[in-house]
Every structure is written in structure tokens, then in C-alpha cells.
């Protein structure tokens, strides 16, 4: 029997899971992004990171699903940095989103959402993706993500928005300046897992009305800019997967009762809804 290897990744974490005669091992990395990563960069991180968990095991076939695979640049880069270390293996490549909606959906219909340090959707059909609303990235998009959540507890604090008890708790929590804090947004790279470490700010804080608007306000967005693109939001199960969706799961459903919509499926994580839908294939 062969042995396979599906990988779902983000910008912020890869996990890995090896799927060997019924039996599964997951395995968690640095996440993969071609948009940071080059070709030698991500064959130096899975050498050290995912080879040595591997332990020689030989891999018949490597399913990869990750962020910014709409792009076939970005595909390329991806390809010739696993053929590198996998030379010998049959490898797919996909979109992260494919990913969620076959782990959220299955083989059925339904619209498929990624709320994690970054968003997209799509509608799938239970075969392929048949809309996708564009995503923007995190400086012109990505509503709802954890990247835009931070962002906004980054405006409150530095705009002095928040009251003194927030802005109490803030200090306490990260003890940053503002030079820091524009430094590390302007200045270095991977600032949008920078500005998504502050959305924990909202998670810790849940039940001050500041805090609950920051939430609700950003997830609306989210379902104003891209679920009412879909015709068939109204016909079928919205399904999240990602941090942010999982963590604020209680607002998702508030606001689909609001906007008259079903919620279906919400899950941290796609990786054991991929180990079902491939181990079914």
C-alpha cells in the first residue's frame, strides 16, 4: 500500500501528516509561503524541520495545499523545492483554499472560508471551486483575519481609542512603544503575522463592549465583502476553518442568524478533515 504525505499550510504554520496503511502521524512545521520564502529557503527549513521527523520513510505520493497557490510563480517555487528532497514522489499542488473545502465539505456543495492570519472563500461544488471572491492580501483585504483583527487593536491603542482600562491591559500585555511597534510593521519583514499576534489581545479580552466591537465589526466585514458575493450563501452551508474563525465562532453564528444564512462546519484546523477526504480516495 502506498504511503502518502498531505500538507496544509499557511503563512504562519505547516502541518504534515503521513498516512501510512490506516495509520496517521501529523507533523507540524514553520509555515511555507512562497511570497517569503524562496526555493532554498523552504528546502533549509523542511530539511531541518520535517526530514529528520520523517526518518527516511520513502513517500509514494505528497499532496501540498498551501497559501498563495493561485499564483504559478508561486506553484513553480513550491514544486522544485519538494522535487528537491522528494525526487522520486508523485506531488500535487493546490490552493490552501481547495484544502479547506475539502476539508470542511467533503465531496458535498457548500461555501468554504479560511479565517486564519489571513481570509479567502469560494463556493465549491463538491469537486472543484467554482467562485472565488479575490483576495487582497493583508494590506488591502483579508477582512476578518487575524492580520486585520490586529490591525484594529493596533488603530484603538495608538489613536488612544481604548479606555484606561484597556489601554491598562494592552501595556501590561506587550510593553511595546510605538516606534516599536511602526518599526516592526514598516521596517521588517512578515508583518502580518506581526500585526495577527495582536488579535490574542481580543481573545484574552472577550466581554468588554470595545473589544466585542472589534470583533463583530471585523467579521461583518468579512461577511459584507465577500459572502454576499456568493448567490448561493443563501442556499447552503457557510463552513469556517482557521484560528479566527474557531475563536470566535459564537460571533459567526451571530451574525449568520442576523443575515438569515446557515453555518455549518467550524474547525481550527483543516488537517483532519484532509486525512478523511484522502483517505477516502
Not at 496544509?8 to 498516512?19: R, V, Y
Not at 524541520?49 to 508561486?74: A, M, P, R
Not at 513553480?76 to 519538494?82: Q, S, V
Request: proline residues 2%.
Amino acid at each position: 500500500m502506498s504511503i502518502q504525505l498531505i500538507a496544509d499550510s499557511g503563512s504562519t504554520k505547516c502541518e504534515w501528516c503521513i498516512l501510512n496503511n490506516g495509520e496517521h502521524k501529523v507533523i507540524t512545521t514553520k509555515g511555507i509561503s512562497p511570497y517569503f520564502l524562496n526555493k532554498d529557503q523552504i528546502i533549509e527549513l523542511l530539511k531541518n524541520e520535517l526530514l529528520l521527523t520523517l526518518n527516511n520513510v520513502k513517500i509514494d505520493k505528497l499532496q501540498f495545499y498551501g497559501t498563495g497557490l493561485s499564483n504559478v510563480s508561486n506553484v513553480k517555487t513550491i514544486k522544485l523545492a519538494l522535487k528537491g528532497l522528494f525526487p522520486e514522489t508523485e506531488i500535487n499542488i493546490e490552493s490552501d483554499l481547495l484544502g479547506a473545502a475539502r476539508a470542511l465539505c467533503g465531496t458535498k456543495k457548500g461555501i468554504a472560508c479560511i479565517l486564519g492570519t489571513g481570509t479567502n472563500s469560494c463556493y465549491y461544488n463538491g469537486n472543484k471551486i467554482v467562485k472565488n471572491s479575490p483576495g487582497l492580501g493583508f494590506i488591502l483585504g483579508d477582512e476578518g483575519s487575524g492580520t486585520y483583527l490586529g490591525k484594529k487593536v493596533i488603530q484603538y491603542y495608538l489613536y488612544n481609542t481604548f479606555d484606561e482600562d484597556l489601554m491598562h491591559r494592552f501595556n501590561k500585555q506587550f510593553n511595546i512603544s510605538k516606534d516599536s511597534i511602526l518599526d516592526s510593521v514598516y521596517k521588517k519583514p512578515l508583518a502580518n503575522k506581526y500585526l495577527a499576534g495582536f488579535a490574542l489581545f481580543l481573545v484574552e479580552n472577550r466581554g468588554h463592549y470595545m473589544v466585542e466591537n472589534i470583533i463583530e465589526d471585523g467579521l461583518n466585514d468579512f461577511f459584507f465583502n465577500h459572502l454576499y458575493k456568493y448567490n448561493e450563501s443563501w442556499k447552503l452551508p457557510i463552513n469556517f476553518v482557521g484560528s479566527i474563525a474557531y475563536g470566535f465562532r459564537d460571533i459567526l453564528q451571530e451574525l449568520c442568524n442576523t443575515y438569515e444564512l446557515e453555518l455549518g462546519v467550524v474547525i481550527k484546523s483543516p488537517i483532519d478533515g484532509l486525512i478523511k477526504y484522502h483517505d477516502n480516495c
